[in-house]
């Protein structure tokens, strides 16, 4: 039977009080149709998960209390980075939501030379903390206990200049390269993967990520969507060496 378990930021420990918001209230009378005395799971997005019970509901308030804590062992040992060309609307929830489910510890929205979106800050600032709040609902219902940390979108050339020096096995998915994903060899400590919009990357963006330490890797023969590329690529790699397959060998 699944449980219904819901994100709340934290700190708290067995025995807090958690009122909710009119959303989540709702949520859980209306929707769920829960009554007092039920019981669901909270956890923080860090690691820590609980039994909650609950203690008060409304048409537009709740409150939760907090019991025992629980073990929960959901996430991969590998560690994913996506760097997700940023598509129109639907499809780029899609990929978060996605990527989120299958373990992906950061995503990395980025504005590319063939991207159709364009941001200002603001409105920047405004679609990271939907694609957080996306993340977070994929976290609900997958199992996780850890959100992935979505950063605020960014120029694909400025990330190149500011990405992180940590990454030892860095891809970019590009339509017709010889190298095929399967056979890449296992990385040290994580994978960075790039994927492009839907109208894919210039030859620039192909010749910074060379630059940058990209190998260019294909899913083979056909071209897929931005999204499908996003689901595909990261199946295999945890498939390779995640929680979908043998994993990382120590």
Same mark, same amino acid.
């Given at each position: 039977?699944?449980? !219904?378990?819901?994100?709340?930021?934290?700190?708290?420990?067995?025995?807090?009080? @958690?009122?909710?918001?009119?959303?989540?209230?709702?949520?859980?009378? #209306?929707?769920?149709?829960?009554?007092?005395?039920?019981?669901?799971?909270?956890?923080? /997005?860090?690691?820590?998960?609980?039994?909650?019970?609950?203690?008060?509901?409304q048409k537009s308030s709740a409150t939760l209390e907090v019991g025992n804590k629980q073990s929960t062992e959901t996430e991969s040992s590998l560690r994913l980075?996506?760097?997700?060309?940023?598509?129109?609307?639907? #499809?780029?929830?899609?990929?978060?939501?996605?990527?989120?489910?299958?373990?992906?510890?950061?995503?990395?929205?980025?504005?590319?030379?063939? /991207?159709?979106?364009? @941001?200002?800050?603001a409105r920047a600032a405004k679609r990271r903390d939907h694609w957080q709040k996306v993340a977070a609902s994929a976290c609900e219902q997958s199992g996780r206990t850890r959100l992935p940390l979505v950063d605020t979108p960014i120029t694909l050339k400025k990330w190149f /200049?500011?990405?992180?020096?940590?990454?030892?096995?860095?891809?970019?998915?590009?339509? /017709?390269?010889?190298?095929?994903?399967?056979g890449v060899g296992a990385p040290n400590t994580k994978v960075c993967l790039l994927i492009g919009p839907e109208g894919g990357f210039s030859e620039i963006e192909y010749e910074d990520a060379e630059c940058a330490g990209f190998q260019a890797v294909s @899913?083979?023969?056909?071209?897929?969507? !931005?999204?499908?590329?996003?689901?595909?690529a990261l199946a295999i790699l945890q498939s390779l060496w995640g929680d979908l397959g043998a994993g990382i060998q120590a």
């Open positions: 039977m699944h449980r !219904t378990r819901l994100h709340i930021a934290g700190p708290y420990t067995t025995g807090t009080l @958690l009122p909710l918001d009119a959303e989540r209230s709702r949520y859980l009378g #209306r929707v769920l149709r829960m009554h007092i005395g039920d019981d669901l799971r909270v956890f923080d /997005g860090e690691g820590s998960e609980y039994a909650a019970t609950i203690a008060e509901l980075h996506l760097v997700q060309g940023i598509s129109r609307g639907e #499809r780029m929830d899609f990929a978060v939501q996605k990527a989120t489910e299958l373990g992906v510890k950061r995503i990395t929205p980025v504005l590319t030379e063939y /991207g159709v979106v364009k @941001l200002d800050e /200049g500011d990405q992180p020096a940590e990454t030892d096995k860095q891809l970019i998915l590009k339509p /017709g390269a010889k190298a095929l994903m399967s @899913l083979g023969p056909r071209v897929l969507r !931005t999204e499908t590329a996003a689901i595909a």
